[in-house]
């Protein structure tokens, strides 16, 4: 079993910068793919990043790339999401996900076993 505790959400205005942290405990956090992603109200959740513990490679939503960038400590078993130039459009809860171990998986919500209970992020325009 992987806990997975989001934290660093918050209100901000169009323009400025957030970073959100995931911070796992539990089962191996050095061999799983990491993503996040995010739910506006009313709409599905989507994809945002994954970041794969091979590389690590990463893949970004066209949406965020240029602005958002994933990374992660595997020593401190925490995911971060740096997200800068943050819109008004960028407003929803944003999940940290974790997949199984060893699994290379892609960018559909379905691919994760474990997920955070979400940290809300408003930006204000």
């Known amino acids: 079993q992987v806990q997975l505790v989001e934290s660093g959400g918050g209100l901000v205005q169009a323009g400025d910068s957030l970073r959100l942290s995931c911070a796992a405990s539990?089962?191996?956090?050095?061999?799983?793919?990491m993503a996040w992603f995010r739910q506006a109200p009313g709409k599905e959740r989507e994809f945002v990043v994954i970041?794969?513990?091979?590389?690590?490679?990463?893949t970004y939503a066209d949406s965020v790339k240029g602005r958002f960038t994933i990374s992660r400590d595997n020593a401190k078993n925490t995911v971060y999401l740096q997200m800068n130039s943050l819109k008004p459009e960028d407003t929803a809860i944003y999940y940290c996900?974790?997949?199984?171990?060893?699994?290379?998986?892609?960018?559909?919500?379905?691919?994760?076993?474990?997920w955070g209970q979400g940290a809300q992020v408003t930006v204000s325009s």
């Open positions: 539990g089962r191996t956090f050095s061999n799983r793919a």
């Open positions: 996900a974790a997949a199984e171990s060893r699994r290379l998986v892609g960018t559909a919500a379905t691919e994760y076993k474990y």
């Open positions: 970041i794969n513990w091979i590389g690590p490679t990463t």
